[in-house]
């Protein structure tokens, strides 16, 4: 990979997206980085968090709710995501790299990780 070129708004982004931990919105992360940009464009914010995920310094996360949401902690974890209010959470939970095992069962080639993610409903949906 080519050497990429330092920008105080990439910075920024991704700065603000390591404090977060309910996985924002590009829409999100535009609205709050512009109190320190005001000038940046939502394009910049979309193409800068695109070149943190092919980086590796940012994940995409899925959702039902039609919007791409980004998370900055790149360790491994799964979310989970709600099928009611869509929210996505991280969940704390034990190794399940026996899936990959799994996975191999009777497939000729190689498993060399995974991505899950679990759907269903959240403690907040469930109570109302």
Known sequence: MKQIKYS???EAI??????RNDHPT???IYNNVRNEFPNISLGTVYRNLSLLVEMG??????STDGC???DGDTS???HFICNKCSCIKDLQ??????IDSVAANGFEGEICGHTAYFYG???????S
């Not at 991704?14 to 404090?19: H, I, P, V």
């Not at 939970?93 to 026996?98: E, L, R, T």
Request: one cysteine or more; a positive charge; hydrophobic letters at 35%.
């Open 8 to 10: 105080r708004q990439r």
């Open 14 to 19: 991704k700065n603000f997206l390591m404090t």
């Open 26 to 28: 590009a829409d999100f």
């Open 57 to 62: 310094e940012a994940i995409k996360v899925p």
């Open 68 to 70: 791409e949401h980004f």
């Open 76 to 78: 491994k974890h799964y």
């Open 93 to 98: 939970m034990g190794n399940i790299d026996i």
């Open 121 to 127: 409903i959240c403690p907040d949906c469930k109570c």
